[in-house]
């Protein structure tokens, strides 16, 4: 056998391990015991006190469970003020592009979106640049500018400006100072904690968190590696509802957490287009499930508690039959949610006997003794 095939032996053991011991202190038997031949193992009797589950015959799928939060994504601190704060948002308000985040010596500081904060006011004297670009992308969705937006801060843009500090009813100045503004990168935020206080000078008011809610669920390295954008998944929320969805993006982590030595893990994230799915009163721990793997094929599936482990890397399952428990051999393939497909038996399995029955669909086979 191959180091692979050897691997792979010694992984299902150790799973089929875990479950049947569980499976067994649960039931309070016993089904470890060394290899015979098939042959009759017990009586009438101990036959009518056997508790079974008919074999099934269908496509055997793996699912991965994964502990997950449905919430709105990690906060992050709104920049600090420049001046004494007389306005602060309400927690939970939802604040879209060009609308007022709080104020600041009684004037609005408004929202905007970008990738980069401003870095100086800008104004006709202003230099060509990216912020620029950025200014006239915001006054373009707000309705000020109407031409091709650039990085050059021309009459237009002028214009633009004076126009929105009108409507603002901000003295008309045609000039935006860094600390008139909020930038970004998104096209609106949801205020999560207000942390200042009115007449506070030089903190940052709130923290701000993005306005969709989203499921997000920690990954190992491997399950980082192994899932995939687009990957079906089902939500399972914690009154029970299902949602069908997939994956958006994997987050590969690694970011430091602050904690010496600690990085953030790979995360999975779902997100929900229709956000009528959930309510904000479902925030919390929830469950994900992942159709991780499935065999591509139709074989016989029994329980796992039903292997009995007997020579090295060999297993069979006790099938009742005409009142008494018969041993037959088995070899065994994927094993997902407590379940095991059953590749071959009887004599088809390497080193069992010739006259080894063989299992069959509908046949009971032995779960607890």
Do not use: C
């Amino acid at each position: 056998m191959s180091s692979t095939g050897r691997r792979r032996r010694k992984m299902l053991r150790a799973l089929l391990s875990v479950v049947v011991i569980a499976a067994v202190a649960a039931a309070g038997a016993a089904f470890w015991r060394p290899w015979q031949e098939p042959l009759e193992t017990s009586g009438p009797a101990d036959s009518a006190d056997a508790i079974t589950v008919p074999v099934e015959f269908g496509e055997l799928t793996s699912k991965l469970r994964l502990n997950a939060t449905l919430g709105y994504g990690e906060p992050v601190e709104l920049p600090a003020t420049q001046g004494v704060l007389t306005a602060l948002p309400d927690p939970g308000q939802v604040i879209e592009v060009g609308q007022q985040v709080f104020e600041v010596d009684g004037r609005p500081v408004v929202l905007l979106e970008g990738e980069r904060p401003f870095w100086r006011e800008l104004s006709s004297d202003s230099g060509d640049g990216p912020d620029v670009l950025q200014l006239e992308q915001n006054l373009a969705r707000l309705g000020f500018f109407d031409r091709e937006p650039d990085s050059r801060f021309d009459w237009w843009t002028l214009d633009a400006v004076r126009r929105w500090q009108e409507e603002l009813g901000l003295p008309v100045t045609g000039k935006v100072a860094v600390s008139d503004v909020v930038v970004v990168n998104a096209p609106s935020i949801r205020i999560s904690h207000v942390t200042a206080d009115l007449g506070h000078t030089g903190v940052s008011p709130a923290t701000y968190t993005a306005t969709a809610l989203r499921v997000v669920a920690p990954l190992t390295p491997a399950q980082a590696r192994d899932l995939t954008a687009n990957t079906p998944v089902t939500v399972v929320l914690p009154d029970g509802t299902e949602h069908a969805s997939v994956i958006a993006s994997i987050d590969p982590g690694g970011q430091p957490t602050g904690e010496e030595g600690q990085i953030t893990p790979p995360t999975a994230v779902i997100e929900f287009p229709d956000q009528e799915q959930v309510l904000p009163d479902e925030l919390g721990s929830i469950q994900v499930v992942v159709q991780s793997a499935e065999t591509g094929e139709e074989t016989l599936i029994v329980p796992a508690t039903a292997l009995i482990a007997t020579a090295e890397d060999s297993y069979a399952v006790e099938v009742r039959a005409r009142g008494q428990i018969l041993r037959v051999p088995v070899q065994i393939g994927l094993i997902a949610d407590a379940r095991v497909q059953i590749l071959t038996s009887g004599s088809d399995v390497d080193g069992a006997p010739r006259d080894a029955p063989t299992l069959e669909p509908g046949d009971e086979v032995v779960i607890s003794r």
